[in-house]
């Protein structure tokens, strides 16, 4: 790529669709097992959304275990922008995949939301036979700061990488400006992605006519509304629809839950729907998982399973044929700076949620003072953020217990 707006791993770590690790002595089932179990142990950890998953990942992956370049980790996190469906998880599935290939592709994303699927499931029955949910004040209390530090983190570690010139700057910055101005974050990721590709080919414009454009088109199957009762094929195929087409943050899921839920459907109340997603809000893993609560209401443990396979199916599939596609957009002049802008502001918005999360997160002397030894702890001595997580719970309970 002439001129390219990230600076790029040379030589035997450049990225070609597959893991840096892939030489090593280690057979498949080895490999399988190895990412099943640290996937598993990241599900049960990863509290705070997707920005703090992303960080773990970027922690596990990048920094301790070495599958991955930071440059690599960007072009992945880059594609999930560019998808429909959670990015934690699709970025779960993609390691997966460059680690062991399609076992893995399914092994890690099953991995990393098995354990909130579960947990979820536990709640559900809590919720449907005392009619409420669990209060976890004390839980968020102390692991909101540690994800807070696990979020600075992985910004520092891949924006060093990634914000060379005033044109990515400004693209960062902006993203975060319009985002605080209440502009639409799949807008924003586009818009970041037209801008660096338009400023790094202008030269190219100017000779348009002989080139050929790559178009990259966010995969949108969309399917019809079905005003019909219940049933578990209907149940399957919105949550299909859903996972299919949504991008953005769980605000979003909430108002495409809400439409055809509540509104056309009549399956569910407002204060279902409420619950529903605090349930996923509190447990960890992605949002998605709403699902399986809603899926459990309406149809028991087989509703549970079936919402839960409608709404993360779109993601494997997704995954599955992009991604050996990424080499070839980033060895692409204008596929790969699209893919570069689409990065910046995926790290503006990352910053931004963080900035959100933060001012809810750090409240109080003891709040701070655990994200700053947390900070200290990642950045400088380089401790596991599972570690930090348990230490964040630890606390959130004794201060609940001391209240």
Do not use: C
Not at 16 to 35: I, T
Request: hydrophobic share 55%; net charge positive.
């Amino acid at each position: 790529m002439d001129n390219p707006s990230i600076d790029r791993a040379q030589g035997t770590d450049e990225y070609s669709g597959e893991s840096v690790v892939d030489n090593m002595p280690e057979n498949n089932k080895g490999k399988l097992l190895g990412l099943f179990v640290i996937f598993l142990r990241l599900g049960f950890t990863a509290f705070g959304g997707p920005a703090a998953h992303i960080g773990m990942f970027q922690q596990e992956f990048v920094k301790h275990r070495k599958w991955l370049t930071n440059e690599q980790f960007l072009d992945l996190l880059g594609a999930t922008n560019l998808i429909p469906g959670p990015n934690s998880t699709e970025m779960a599935i993609h390691i997966g995949y460059l680690r062991a290939g399609l076992p893995g592709l399914i092994l890690g994303g099953f991995a990393f939301t098995f354990p909130a699927v579960l947990i979820v499931l536990a709640l559900s029955w809590v919720y449907v036979r005392f009619g409420t949910t669990p209060q976890a004040a004390w839980l968020l209390y102390g692991i909101k700061p540690v994800m807070i530090a696990i979020i600075v983190q992985a910004l520092w570690e891949l924006g060093r990488k990634v914000l060379k010139n005033k044109i990515i700057i400004g693209i960062g910055l902006g993203a975060i400006g319009l985002y605080f101005l209440g502009v639409n974050e799949v807008i924003l990721i586009f818009l970041g992605g037209i801008v660096l590709m338009l400023s790094q080919n202008w030269n190219r414009i100017k000779d348009i006519n002989n080139q050929k454009i790559p178009i990259i088109i966010p995969l949108l199957p969309a399917l019809g509304n079905l005003v019909i009762p219940f049933s578990m094929t209907t149940l399957f195929l919105v949550f299909l629809k859903i996972g299919s087409v949504l991008y953005g943050s769980g605000y979003v899921l909430l108002a495409f839950l809400r439409a055809d839920l509540v509104v056309r459907l009549g399956w569910l109340t407002e204060k279902q729907l409420i619950d529903a997603i605090a349930i996923g809000q509190i447990t960890p893993g992605p949002l998605f998982t709403s699902a399986t609560f809603i899926g459990y209401l309406l149809g028991g443990l087989p509703g549970a399973l079936v919402a839960t396979l409608g709404i993360f199916l779109p993601s494997y599939v997704f995954v599955a044929i992009s991604n050996p596609i990424i080499p070839k957009l980033r060895n692409s002049p204008w596929a790969g700076s699209m893919l570069d802008g689409v990065i910046v502001a995926s790290l503006g918005l990352m910053a931004a949620v963080g900035w959100q999360l933060g001012i809810t997160s750090i409240i109080d002397l003891v709040t701070a003072i655990l994200f700053f030894a947390s900070l200290f702890l990642i950045m400088k001595l380089r401790v596991n953020s599972t570690w930090l997580i348990l230490l964040g719970v630890i606390l959130g309970l004794v201060s609940y217990m001391l209240t």
